[in-house]
């Protein structure tokens, strides 16, 4: 038991420390104004098409891997939208959008249930025991309206089902579908 606390306290730090390394090398280089902003795509839209010309394939899977990542070091989405939809096109760009989010919230989700259950539900279980046994009875249904409703940030919309338990099948599919009409 001693040993898994360590091994969870090394991992928890590791990841801190990745996410320190993350902001501080990313903030240096880009303000959240600058990428949010239409004229940062505007400005760089010359660019992203030529690459987007030359391998849609490996541009497609780099966007991937890069919005996996930022949502397991951030987990806000906003910025994802904006460049998926620029770069790729309305329809492709949310599909991408959708499905990477999807991976990555699922994944964060995975981390969040291991290393901070116990956190969470210290925090926030006494504000949610009454619907504990409503997601229990129909799990699916519960997180696919949890996910349709929105106005809860990114980041803890992706920690918070570790209170009910939602199973990882579960969490994917209901993100899947409930985040397409957000997006």
Known sequence: MK??????IFLGST?????????????NNFSLSEISS??????????????KNRNFF??????????IIWILLLGFGFPILL????????????I?????????????????????KDLVEEKFSKRFSNLNEKFKKNEFTFFL???F???????????????????IKNFFFGSVIGMFPQI
């Open 149 to 167: 409703v929105g106005g809860i940030p990114f980041f803890i919309s992706n920690i918070l089902p570790t209170i009910f338990n939602v199973r």
């Open 145 to 147: 309206i949890y996910r």
């Open 58 to 67: 490996l541009l497609s899977i780099v966007f991937f891997l890069l919005t």
């Open 38 to 51: 239409y004229e940062f795509i505007k400005n760089n839209s010359v660019y992203f098409d030529e690459i």
């Open 15 to 27: 990841y801190f420390l990745l996410i320190t390394c993350f902001l501080w090398i990313f903030f």
């Open 96 to 116: 991408y959008a959708v499905i990477s989010l999807t991976v990555g919230a699922t994944l964060l989700y995975m981390f969040a249930n291991y290393f901070v």
């Open 83 to 94: 460049i998926s939809g620029f770069i790729f096109g309305k329809w492709i760009g949310s």
């Open 3 to 8: 040993k898994e606390k360590k091994i969870k």
